[in-house]
């Protein structure tokens, strides 16, 4: 859907200054719908004498949108008399109350607003259509009055969508309440509050429930949680200004200690989660620091090397648990992981007489932790052996590792410039030796943990270069 300043730009007759100023009121357009309980048009003039060319259209959170005219889509120009009610706003600048035929038959109540620019000049008509109890006539103007407070980036919040939870009050610059819905008497019944609410001075209670109070002392508007008793409510208090005095005040309250109480669950789930983790990571770091002594006691060449490559793969599966005692989600970023795999294995395993280079390309990329430890030990393996074997003899090297996303697919790079496939292990073949155990859990876990495909191949000009695939869509 095109956006409000574009249709202006391209069909109307409004000036720059004038489609800026009409910008800054289109993220307000959803709030003031759902808070008016009615359809919202904004016309705007449009480049021929006696047309007007519709630029917004929002629906409330109550009306499904296949209720929405068909011929109501934002763009459409419409001739003067098809829209007698704007035109006249448009020209009079005056509010005008009338009807429209929304549907064959079918006539609704509107109210058409004047909107005004910087010199008073009416550059939009703001309609509001359906019908509404008694009652609720004044939120419609409330909701125009909000559509004239400038947005910040601070204050974006407070125009959130309204929702069936949510209770509005009305106030007065004197602290009289002057509307009050169902929701909202429920929740201030229930704090206190005793008797009818409109017509109630604010000022009479000691309590400041609706927050009203701080928002005519301050003119500021404000989002904060409140508690009473073992009740959690959340209040959005909006003050509306005009000549930089409090005209009303809307306070949106949410009834949210159910929500309130289930957050507080899943923090206390979330942190043993966290826990849990780090004790794991602490567990196979002891364990870890076992075979580190076990190889300082043995004389056996070959039985050092086995007990490194056990803890490598030990050191890769407490990488992801310490990142997960660090998250509040169980997604990992494989990225991170790759990093701090590269930088681990290059110090610990590189040898002294041989300088390698290392290079890390790729965008954040979130994995469940099933699926970031089983790559965590498949990285792990395929970066000892480039390593290792890769650089065999070579007084220096590069070992680069990319990660990239194509739409549902992850592609992984491993790539040396050492001596090649050709003076390597029979990386193709099935493994059966010991030497051969790594490639072998490699490829399981490719495999069948993450239903891709590992492919070797000669990189150019010399070295190896290891691809895997595996799809993202089926992890979730």
């Not at 490719?446 to 799809?471: M, N, R, S, W, Y």
Request: with cysteine.
């Amino acid at each position: 859907m095109a956006s409000m300043e574009s249709i202006c730009r391209m069909q109307s007759a409004l000036s720059d200054v004038q489609i800026h100023i009409l910008k800054n009121s289109e993220e307000l357009l959803q709030f003031a719908s759902d808070l008016s309980h009615r359809e919202l048009l904004v016309f705007v003039p449009g480049r021929q004498e006696h047309t007007l060319v519709l630029a917004a259209h929002r629906s409330p959170f109550l009306q499904q949108a296949e209720n929405k005219e068909q011929t109501m889509v934002p763009g459409n120009v419409f001739a003067g008399y098809e829209e007698p009610i704007a035109l006249e706003v448009l020209q009079n600048g005056q509010l005008v109350q009338g009807c429209k035929e929304v549907d064959y038959g079918r006539i609704e109540p509107l109210s058409a607003y004047p909107f005004v620019d910087n010199g008073g000049l009416t550059m939009a008509v703001i309609v509001f259509i359906g019908k509404v109890e008694t009652n609720r006539e004044i939120l419609t103007e409330t909701a125009f009055l909000s559509l004239q407070v400038p947005i910040t980036k601070d204050s974006r919040a407070l125009y959130n969508r309204l929702s069936l939870q949510d209770g509005v009050v009305l106030i007065n610059c004197n602290g009289v309440i002057i509307y009050a819905d169902e929701m909202a008497e429920s929740i201030l019944h229930m704090r206190g509050y005793a008797g009818a609410l409109t017509g109630f001075n604010i000022y009479n209670s000691q309590t400041n429930l609706t927050g009203a109070k701080q928002a005519l002392a301050t003119r500021e508007g404000f989002i904060e949680n409140v508690t009473v008793g073992d009740v959690v409510f959340t209040r959005r208090v909006i003050p509306l200004l005009q000549r930089g005095k409090v005209h009303r005040v809307i306070a949106i309250l949410t009834e949210r200690t159910e929500l309130y109480r289930k957050e507080e669950e899943l923090m206390i789930k979330t942190s043993v989660i966290k826990e849990i983790h780090h004790r794991v990571k602490n567990n196979l770091q002891t364990i870890a620091s076992l075979l580190r002594m076990q190889m300082r006691r043995t004389d056996s060449q070959e039985a050092k090397n086995v007990l490194k490559e056990s803890l490598n793969r030990i050191l890769s599966i407490s990488l992801v648990h310490e990142i997960l005692s660090h998250h509040d989600e169980e997604n990992i970023d494989i990225s991170d992981v790759a990093k701090k795999l590269l930088e681990l294995l290059t110090h610990s395993m590189v040898s002294a007489e041989c300088h390698v280079d290392v290079h890390f390309e790729g965008n954040p990329l979130l994995l469940p932790s099933d699926a970031a430890t089983s790559l965590a030990l498949v990285l792990n393996e395929l970066i000892t052996n480039a390593i290792i074997h890769g650089f065999e003899g070579l007084r220096e090297g590069v070992l680069a590792v990319r990660i990239q996303q194509y739409d549902q697919e992850c592609v992984i790079c491993i790539r040396d410039n050492g001596i090649g496939m050709s003076h390597m292990p029979a990386v193709q073949q099935q493994p059966v030796k010991r030497s051969h155990l790594g490639l072998a859990i490699v490829r399981t876990l490719i495999e069948k943990d993450l239903k891709g495909t590992l492919q070797f191949q000669d990189a150019k000009p010399k070295g190896t270069e290891v691809i895997i695939q595996f799809p993202l869509i089926e992890r979730g």
